[in-house]
């Protein structure tokens, strides 16, 4: 049973635009949600976090929005670089939880 | 550089083998994690092992088992391979025990083929 979805398995995005990458969960339990990102041959790396209490985190071009009534969290990368192409994942765990639930990935390709 | 080294990088075995993957967290880290990646499937969370305990199990198959050693340093043994253990394994690791107070910094993997 998979508790974190991520639909859209590709996109493509020119460079200079927004890329939003979406994220669905299912269980209410889980307060803390992850943005990774993972280069060919490489594991993921960690990108942003937030915290359950929050809406909203920024770290530079990287902005994570949750919306915990719709149970559905969303990465937005403003402006996108072709060095931003890679598979992110986002993960999620209870406060308490000792490890990640992560959805399936989405393919990031930013065309020069 | 996540500061998490895997050995080896690639495995490739016949069925019905058995197979031990190393991981060496990063300086400092307590826990280390191990995640299988599927063809096509997210991480699936394996198990986590905390100065030594085991702390978390996941959807770890009974032919599968791991350790973490004094060094702090983990093997999973992985026995009597199926084809469908053919995957990518990754070893993560963390400061605490509790995965929404730390960041997990994951290795490079070690891709297991069986034949």
């Known amino acids: 049973d998979q508790q974190v979805k991520q639909n859209s398995p590709s996109l493509s995005v020119q460079e200079g635009r927004i890329s939003i990458l979406n994220c669905d969960y299912t269980?209410?339990?889980?307060?803390?949600f992850l943005w990774y990102k993972k280069y060919p041959a490489e594991g993921p790396t960690f990108l942003i976090s937030?915290?359950?209490?929050?809406d909203k985190n920024e770290d530079g071009r990287f902005t994570v929005f949750l919306n915990k009534s719709a149970k559905h969290l969303s990465l937005h990368i403003v402006p996108s670089q072709p060095g931003d192409s890679a598979v992110y994942f986002c993960?999620?765990?209870?406060?308490?939880?000792?490890?990640?639930?992560f959805g399936t990935g989405t393919s990031l390709t930013v065309i020069p | 550089d996540s500061g998490v080294t895997q050995t080896p990088k690639h495995l490739i075995t016949a069925t019905g083998q058995r197979v031990t993957l190393r991981c060496s967290p990063r300086?400092?880290?307590?826990?280390v994690y191990w995640y299988q990646q599927s063809l096509d499937q997210g991480l699936q969370f394996l198990i986590q092992?905390?100065?030594?305990?085991?702390?978390a199990k996941g959807n770890i198959l009974e032919r599968f088992s791991a350790q973490q050693f004094p060094d702090l340093h983990s093997e999973l043994n992985l026995s009597s391979l199926e084809l469908g253990d053919s995957a990518l394994y990754f070893c993560?690791?963390?400061?605490?025990?509790?995965?929404?107070?730390?960041?997990?910094?994951f290795g490079p993997g070690t891709r297991l083929t069986v034949l």
């Open positions: 269980n209410s339990m889980f307060d803390y």
């Open positions: 092992y905390y100065n030594g305990e085991e702390r």
């Open positions: 993960a999620a765990t209870p406060y308490t939880g000792n490890q990640f639930y």
């Open positions: 993560a690791s963390s400061v605490g025990l509790h995965s929404s107070t730390d960041t997990q910094y």
């Open positions: 937030i915290s359950s209490i929050k």
């Open positions: 300086s400092g880290d307590l826990s």
